[in-house]
């Protein structure tokens, strides 16, 4: 039985959503979110449990091992679901480091504390990305990992290290590989909440090379919901992937935004490439539907237009992220690509 519920991460977007998730619909379980608050952590995001007493913060480094270890002896941890990681596929091209040690090592941190602990099972929570693109047809969890930006390649690191324990030590870990998760709280630098706030400050929206890549979505709550089957009904050392079968252009998903804006395609700035630029992301989720009975269930157009309300009536949350470093890394970026 699971109780005591340790979440790294749970500041960012995905974490933060899976956190009010949880205290929903398990009342009776204690979450402790264990964040670094780097640029993406955002305690708004927690608000509506922040007094919950089922609910304690603590703000540390996945990379620091007795921080880690204080935290599970002195909260009686059962599992940890990790969503602690650099995320954003741009910010790793300008600069690695984070990522490696995050992504690699603050993995293995975990996975020792696992093992030390004995707990019931830790969830790593990783990205469609690692299998690399595809230019058509799925990739399967047994397909092999072939990651093009240094994001990926990291992620793909710390997924490895799961199986590598599994395998070594039978650490109950299990991984995850999701599609691209859209909905409320993401931090304005990737594309759906970038572009919906550009237009909603009357600015255009950077289109990277010919907006063919496709990505396929999910929304935060199927990721949610498909996390949760995972933790209570997945195998030690399996691995899922999480999909939806919703796959957009990056031209159609710039389009459908504009609409839902009431914006013209004059809008669209055409800008250069991302280096290294994934085509496309595609993977078979029938394994996790056949084994686990979980299945998507968000409508990808009722889901983006109640993302983008959310966004035009919460400014208040985004317009203070879109100041400080975010200009300077903008700035960068930009350099960094032409
Ligand atoms: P995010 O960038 O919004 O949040 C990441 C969180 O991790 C932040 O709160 C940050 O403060 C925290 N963090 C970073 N380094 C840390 C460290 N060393 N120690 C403790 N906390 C640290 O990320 P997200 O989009 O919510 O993604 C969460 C996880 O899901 C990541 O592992 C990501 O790779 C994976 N994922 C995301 C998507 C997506 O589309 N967003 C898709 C597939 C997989
Ligand atoms: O596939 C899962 C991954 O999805 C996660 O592992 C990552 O953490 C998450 O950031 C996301 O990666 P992407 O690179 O797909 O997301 P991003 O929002 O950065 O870009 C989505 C697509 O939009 C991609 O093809 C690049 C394009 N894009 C992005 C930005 C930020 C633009 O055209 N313009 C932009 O300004």
């Known amino acids: 039985m699971i109780k005591n519920l340790l979440i790294t991460g749970g500041a960012g977007f995905i974490g933060s959503h899976f956190i009010k998730y949880i205290l929903s619909v398990y009342p009776d ?6 964040d670094k608050l780097t640029y993406a952590g955002n305690l708004d995001n927690l608000r509506e449990v922040e007094n919950n007493p089922n609910y304690k913060f603590i703000q540390g480094d996945i990379c620091d091992a007795k921080a880690v270890e ?3 002896e002195e909260n009686s941890i059962d599992a940890i679901v990790n969503y602690a990681a ?9 600069y690695a480091d984070d990522f490696l040690r995050t992504d690699i090592l603050g993995v293995q941190v975990l996975l020792e504390a696992t093992r030390k602990f004995n707990l019931k099972k830790m969830v790593q929570i990783s990205t469609d990305e690692v299998y690399g693109a595809v230019e058509s047809g ?12 240094p994001y990926a390649a990291s ?17 109950p870990v299990v991984a995850t590989h999701s599609c691209n998760v859209y909905g409320t709280h993401q931090y304005p630098e990737k594309v759906i909440p970038l572009f919906i706030t550009n237009l909603l400050e009357g600015k255009k929206v950077p289109l990277y090379g010919d ?17 949760d089957a995972i933790l ?19 031209i159609e998903l710039t389009k459908e935004i504009l609409a839902l804006c009431g914006r013209e395609e004059d809008m669209i ?10 085509r496309r992301y595609a993977i078979d989720h029938s394994k996790i539907i056949r084994e686990l009975g979980w299945k998507p269930e968000k409508i990808f157009t009722d889901g983006l237009r109640e993302t983008v309300a959310w966004y035009k009536d919460n400014e208040w949350w985004w317009k203070k992220l879109k100041d400080g470093d975010y200009n300077e890394y903008y700035k960068k970026q930009y350099k960094e690509r032409i």
Not at 139 to 148: G, K
Not at 155 to 171: P, S
Not at 232 to 250: C, D, F, L, M, R
Not at 269 to 278: C, L, S, T, W
């Open 155 to 171: 992620k793909a690191g710390g997924d490895l290290l799961c199986r590598a324990f599994f395998n070594t030590y039978q650490t």
């Open 269 to 278: 700035e055409p800008v250069a490439d991302r280096r290294g630029h994934d």
């Open 232 to 250: 209570h009904k997945a195998a030690p050392g399996s691995v899922y992937n999480i999909g939806s079968g919703t796959e957009k252009q990056n």
């Open 211 to 227: 907006g063919l890549n496709v990505r396929e979505w999910i929304h935060a709550s199927d990721h949610c919901r498909a996390i």
């Open 86 to 94: 650099e995320t954003h596929v741009d910010r790793s091209i300008m």
């Open 70 to 72: 204080n935290t599970i």
């Open 138 to 149: 799925y990739f399967t969890e047994e397909s092999p990992f072939a990651p093009n930006s």
């Open 29 to 34: 379980y204690f979450v402790v979110n264990f």
